[in-house]
């Protein structure tokens, strides 16, 4: 396991959530067209909020030359790269914060997108690395998860060149790889190995460590070719937009039994498991790709209920709703006796599903965003996403995005509080989760 540090600015400043109870909280900010991001701590005992700059110039040299190399391989045009992206476009998006794990101790794990070292932040020494955890130069997955018990950091890997391949061709397997890293003994051990997918972006355990989740995002398109019938109803323009989502997969590994399960969903994207019965977990698809350096939605997404039994995922449940597009987060709580599960929907609603009868309690929306159409698909997002998390005794929820803070009351079914986080300039924009700090674990 190697590091290196990283330049780090800080700054602090005063905040307030006029009284509602929260955990404390990171949020994620980049700065476009600059190599650097913006790590803001939120402390709501304290009332102040830390902002950490991280420089990461020229971090993309890690990575570059094996991308580079698998090219030349491959005969793949230099200038080509994944989703339509230029090679300025795909550094940023791969070197993009998304989300967050903690290590305990105020060190986190920020997801990267999809890149080749993990970046972790030391919130009492105010300090940045780039850590390599010593799996051959491989990808790594964006979230992971880490057993406080024994310190071992779980996570997955693929080779550079196969995503270099998926450049050509999107549906190929990929060989994947999932370790366990001893933080303190550095020493890393291989758990499986398999075909699955790149762009890898959540692993977990289950709570009793039976099964391992491995979810793969995905984002690939692919150009839609029109019946006949249709032909003469969809306009040239239109045509030379339409495009069609390529499904990826969620993987479900019985460590037990090495029993394997391969899931579709149209992009798989996070996994929560219920509070109360420990055998249920909650799956999104968000149902969106990447086009260029833009998301683009392609339908609704879905929440799906599994219970996770000794015959591997049986489906319990499922949600979805004409409105609800671009998952970004989903959590899952209590309120009132009931186990909610909140969804954020793009670009301006919070879904409350009832998680025992995976049916739509309420919507809570924000000021109106942009208007949704997905009938020439895809629709190019002109909005950032945003995160959310849920107060400490499941009243209210808090949203966070480009520059904002809002909280809604639940039972009143609204936002009506709004603080600005100082800071954000026309070049910044939230990039991915909320993490809400509890003592132990980070979400």
Not at 105 to 119: A, E, K, M
Not at 140 to 168: C, M, Q, Y
Not at 366 to 384: F, L, R, Y
């Amino acid at each position: 396991m190697k590091h290196s540090n990283l330049i780090v600015s800080e700054s602090k400043q005063p905040f307030s959530l006029n009284g509602f109870h929260f955990p404390d909280f990171i949020c994620p900010a980049i700065h476009k067209g600059e190599a650097a991001q913006t790590h803001y701590f939120f402390s709501t005992s304290k009332k102040t909020v830390i902002s950490l700059w991280v420089n990461l110039k020229d971090a993309e040299n890690n990575c570059k030359s094996d991308m580079a190399k698998a090219q030349g391989k491959h005969s793949i045009d230099c200038n080509k790269f994944s989703y339509e992206q230029t090679e300025n476009q795909w550094w940023q998006y791969c070197l993009a914060p998304h989300s967050y794990l903690s290590l305990g101790n105020n060190q986190i794990q920020v997801g990267l997108n999809l890149f080749n070292r993990f970046l972790h932040i030391d919130f009492n020494s105010r300090s940045a690395q780039l850590v390599d955890p010593g799996a051959g130069n491989e990808m790594l997955s964006t979230t992971n998860w880490f057993d406080h018990k024994t310190g071992e950091l779980w996570f997955a890997s693929w080779p550079v060149e196969e995503t270099a391949r998926r450049i050509i061709e999107p549906r190929e397997n990929t060989r994947v790889t999932i370790w366990k890293l001893s933080i303190q003994q550095k020493t890393i051990r291989q758990v499986w190995q398999g075909d699955f997918g790149d762009a890898l972006h959540q692993l977990l355990l289950s709570p009793d460590r039976r099964f391992v989740i491995l979810t793969e995002l995905g984002l690939y398109s692919e150009k839609a070719v029109p019946a006949e019938s249709q032909d003469q109803k969809i306009s040239v323009e239109k045509q030379k937009m339409k495009k069609k989502l390529i499904p990826s997969k969620i993987l479900l590994l019985n460590l037990k039994t090495g029993e394997e399960w391969r899931l579709p969903a149209l992009t798989a994207g996070h996994v929560e498991f219920d509070p109360e019965d420990r055998e249920i977990c909650y799956l999104s698809g968000h149902n969106i790709g990447l086009i260029g350096p833009k998301v683009g939605i392609f339908g609704s997404g879905t929440i799906k209920k599994f219970r996770l039994n000794n015959t591997g995922p049986e489906l319990v449940g499922e949600f979805s709703h004409p409105l609800f597009y671009r998952i970004t987060t989903h959590i899952v709580f209590r309120h009132r006796g009931k186990t909610m599960i909140g969804v954020s929907g793009y670009p301006d609603k919070v879904f409350l599903i009832d998680a025992a009868t995976m049916k739509l309690d309420r919507i809570i929306e924000m000021e109106p965003g942009e208007k949704v159409h997905t009938s020439s698909a895809p629709h190019i997002c002109q909005q950032d996403s945003y995160g959310i998390a849920a107060s400490e005794d499941g009243e209210a929820l808090l949203a966070a995005g480009s520059g904002f803070l809002k909280v809604a009351l639940i039972e009143e079914g609204r936002f009506f509080f709004k603080s600005n986080i100082d800071g954000y300039g026309s070049d910044s924009c939230f990039s991915g989760h909320l993490c809400s700090i509890f003592p132990e674990s980070c979400k």
